[in-house]
């Protein structure tokens, strides 16, 4: 059994999470008694403006921004309760994350884009390397072009990296950041779809962020963030 199998899911919960920005002499209210519970396999998209707090609902929800009052809980875990490091071994064990920004390193392949993590962590390389192979073969990604560089892929294919790289420490929780603004309508509909497949497949509470209302028919939930409020 591995570690990934006995990680007790729960999904993603944040209890009246309130963040503000500094904003002059004053605070700006990004975010605003936000209540939100994701469960596992269940695919949330979060709609609204620019500037409604979309990107400050994930980042918070990542863990990457503390909140000024409320919770986040990933598996029940309040985030707020951890110091630094448990902090980080939450996010790294349990939260993946696809930003909007392919921010895959220029000189690695796709099959080491998921590896380098690996190494991070010290796990086996072998099966490691294996597991990144099905996953990369999972997203739709085939043996030759796992052997590809970022700029010998299109947008979409860079996306798919993203989404295994994201998926390689079987996160409980699922975070994707406008993961089409870079594609056409057709290849940006197949990431939707390939991201509901993966909610499925491996049980993550996932949330999407998008400006794209025509993808919302693909998704189990839509909520909608306006001036800080999700509804
Ligand atoms: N670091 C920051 N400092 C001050 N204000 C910020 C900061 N980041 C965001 N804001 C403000 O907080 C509000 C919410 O911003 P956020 O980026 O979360 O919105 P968004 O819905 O993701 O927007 P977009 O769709 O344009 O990316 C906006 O008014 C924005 O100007």
Redesign the pocket.
């Known amino acids: 059994m591995t570690l990934s199998e006995v990680k007790t899911r729960t999904g993603l919960a944040l209890h009246e999470v309130t963040l503000t920005?500094?904003?002059g002499e004053n605070r700006?209210t990004?975010l605003d008694r936000v209540n939100l519970e994701v469960a596992p396999g269940e695919f949330t998209a979060v709609a609204?403006p620019?500037?409604?707090?979309?990107?400050?609902l994930l980042a918070v929800a990542a863990t990457l921004l503390r909140p000024d009052s409320g919770q986040v809980l990933v598996d029940g875990q309040d985030a707020g309760a951890l110091g630094p490091g448990a902090r980080t071994a939450l996010r790294r064990e349990r939260l993946g994350i696809v930003f909007q920004q392919s921010n895959l390193l220029a000189s690695l392949t796709a099959v080491e884009q998921l590896l380098v993590l690996e190494s991070v962590r010290g796990g086996r390389v072998r099966t490691a390397r294996r597991r990144a192979e099905e996953l990369l073969a999972s997203v739709g990604l085939d043996g030759a072009k796992q052997q590809r560089r970022p700029h010998q892929l299109s947008g979409g294919e860079r996306q798919r990296v993203n989404i295994a790289r994201a998926l390689f420490g079987s996160p409980s929780v699922l975070l994707v950041d406008e993961p089409t603004s870079a594609l056409d309508h057709e290849r940006g509909a197949q990431i939707v779809d390939l991201l509901a497949e993966v909610t499925r497949t491996h049980g993550t509470a996932t949330v999407m962020v998008t400006?794209d209302r025509d993808l919302l028919g693909r998704v189990d939930r839509v909520l909608e963030?306006q001036d800080g409020r999700l509804r």
């Open positions: 920005y500094p904003d700006l990004a609204g620019s500037g409604s707090g979309k990107s400050s400006h963030m």
